[in-house]
C-alpha cells in the first residue's frame, strides 16, 4: 500500500512540472461586463522575461453577442523608455464570413480565438499595448484579450 502513495506522488509531481508546456507567458485581461471600451488600452508588462524568442499569439475571448465577424486590434511594442518598437493593426477573424459560425475553441456561448503576431518582438519590447480599434466606443461580446508567448 505505501509503494501506491509513493507512485501515486511521484505521477502528481511530474505532472505538476509538467504543467509549464510550451509557453514563456500567457496572460488574459478582462473586461467588465463583456465590453471592450474603446479608451481601454491592455498592458502586458514583460519586464520579468529573460528573453522574447519565440512566436507571439494575441488571444480574444469572445461570446455570442459580438456584433461582427471580425476585430481589428492595435498592437504597440514598447522598450522601458515607452518608446514605440512597432505599432501593427491586425485583423483576427472571430466568425467565419460565410456559415457564421465562431472560430476558435470554447464551449457554451463562449470561445477563444488565437492569431499568430505578423512581427519577432525586438529585443529591447518591454511591454505590449493591445488597443480595439474598430472605431466603436463600446464593442460589445469581447470577454477578455491575451498575449502567449511560446518558447522557441
Excluded at 496572460?27 to 522575461?49: G, K, R
Aim: charged share 25%; net charge negative; aromatic share 12%.
Amino acid at each position: 500500500m505505501n509503494n501506491w502513495k509513493q507512485l501515486l506522488g511521484v505521477i502528481l509531481l511530474s505532472g505538476l512540472f509538467s504543467c509549464e508546456g510550451d509557453r514563456l507567458y500567457e496572460e488574459f485581461h478582462s473586461f467588465d461586463s463583456s465590453v471592450w471600451i474603446e479608451t481601454d488600452s491592455v498592458v502586458f508588462d514583460l519586464n520579468h522575461l529573460k528573453t522574447l524568442e519565440g512566436k507571439g499569439l494575441i488571444g480574444v475571448r469572445f461570446n455570442e453577442n459580438y456584433p461582427f465577424s471580425n476585430c481589428y486590434i492595435r498592437i504597440i511594442s514598447r522598450d522601458s523608455s515607452h518608446v514605440d518598437l512597432n505599432n501593427l493593426l491586425l485583423n483576427v477573424p472571430i466568425f467565419d464570413s460565410k456559415s457564421g459560425q465562431p472560430l476558435g475553441t470554447g464551449f457554451g456561448n463562449t470561445f477563444t480565438k488565437y492569431d499568430t503576431l505578423p512581427f519577432d518582438f525586438p529585443k529591447e519590447t518591454k511591454e505590449i499595448l493591445l488597443v480595439q480599434y474598430m472605431r466603436k466606443a463600446e464593442l460589445e461580446g469581447i470577454e477578455a484579450v491575451g498575449l502567449k508567448i511560446l518558447k522557441p
